[in-house]
């Protein structure tokens, strides 16, 4: 399942930098404050309220935060490889280099879980995870990541 409708062109971050896992969290933040015209710390604050309920550390070296912000139009997606992984306290304790921020409108419910699992399962793929790593063209990410899976799925 492609990630189109979840991410722009423009939320593609091919070589962030950052060196903590806070320090990711706040460029993601930034960036999404961008995209989105909110205050950047009001969503790096539903970040990290999220993170301290349990990492988003999903293991493999991704990670997925997310929240859900009042005054949020539509659900917003952000996707960031890292140039040097961080700790991210991850579930496998690896070092995390690839992030996908979602962020949802308060009340979005059943959509917001929908698009979590549908990033949840691109990444899961070894293949897009492999392709995603191997460049640093925000072009290229982005046509990875909105690929019909149809075409090579079994």
């Not at 009001?42 to 991704?62: A, C, H, K, P, Y």
């Not at 917003?76 to 995390?96: C, I, K, N, Y």
């Not at 979005?108 to 070894?126: M, N, P, Y």
């Not at 072009?139 to 909105?146: D, E, G, K, V, W």
Request: aromatic letters at 4%; charged letters at 20%; zero cysteines.
């Amino acid at each position: 399942m492609a990630l189109a409708g979840l991410l722009q062109q423009n939320a593609i971050i091919p070589a962030m930098r950052a060196n903590s896992k806070k320090q990711l969290l706040q460029e993601l933040a930034g960036k999404a404050s961008k995209l989105t015209g909110l205050a950047e710390r009001e969503i790096f604050d539903v970040i990290l309220q999220r993170e301290r309920l349990g990492s988003t550390g999903v293991g493999n070296g991704i990670a997925i935060p997310h929240g859900k912000i009042a005054g949020l139009p539509a659900i917003v997606g952000l996707f960031a490889r890292l140039e040097t992984p961080v700790d991210f306290e991850a579930l496998d304790d690896q070092p995390v280099d690839l992030a996908f921020l979602l962020l949802a409108p308060e009340g979005a419910g059943a959509d917001h879980l929908k698009a979590l699992s549908r990033i949840a399962r691109v990444l899961r793929d070894q293949d897009m995870v492999a392709k995603l790593r191997a460049t640093d063209s925000a072009t290229a990410i982005y046509a990875f990541l909105n690929e019909d899976p149809a075409s090579n799925a079994a």
